[in-house]
């Protein structure tokens, strides 16, 4: 027995007076509730509020345990984004970096005015002021896992404050070139990823 649109509608705005503010977190737990209770209006051959009603008094403590606080980082973001870093794929565009600035006098290109540093500094405030638009005014509403991505962008750009910054004098050596490079390369195409299996992910259930 399928659950209509409204029925569909009446469990997610349970969740969401519920306070389970982030999308993502919510959608799976929408699809999970949503499969239980059409197992147990056919099994029980109950009516739609009569299941919910039924599953909620019992379950409900259970399901609501998968939602997140509001911290500002996310363990299980920042692991999945290192697993990402070891993707081979991800090695090879590390490798690719690196014998770039090994073969090429990158000072060349800068000057004392603009540097390295500085423009590595701009990318990552592109980086944060895109993200920012892109929740406010395209995506509207909470992601979780895209939410704690800012918090991991902010672990890259004090790391990158440290390393790069520690002799100002000097050009970065080429290590540390190549693996700031390659981080943030690595988060721009791990964010696209993430945005592309929600919007995905998403069209599962029409609210």
Known sequence: MKLTAENIKF?????????????????????HVA????QKMQTE?????????????????EILKGNKFWSVYSKDTILNFLKFLMHPVMIMTGLSFYFFYENIEITNYFSESFTIRN?????????????????HLILKQRFFVLEKL????????????????QHEDETPSIITLTLFSYVMIAYLLYFIKEV???NTYKKQFVL
Do not use: C
Request: hydrophobic fraction near 55%; charged fraction near 20%.
């Open 11 to 31: 469990i997610d705005n349970y969740l969401k007076n519920s306070e389970v503010i982030y999308y993502d977190i919510r959608i799976e737990m929408l699809d």
């Open 35 to 38: 499969t239980a209770i059409e």
């Open 45 to 61: 051959n109950l009516d739609f509020y009569d299941a919910f009603k039924s599953y909620m008094v019992v379950n409900k403590k």
């Open 119 to 135: 423009l590595f500094f701009v990318v990552m405030m592109i980086l944060a002021f895109f993200q920012l638009i892109y929740f």
């Open 150 to 165: 800012g918090g991991l962008l902010a672990i890259i750009y004090y790391l990158q404050m440290f390393f790069m910054n």
């Open 196 to 198: 592309y299996k929600f």
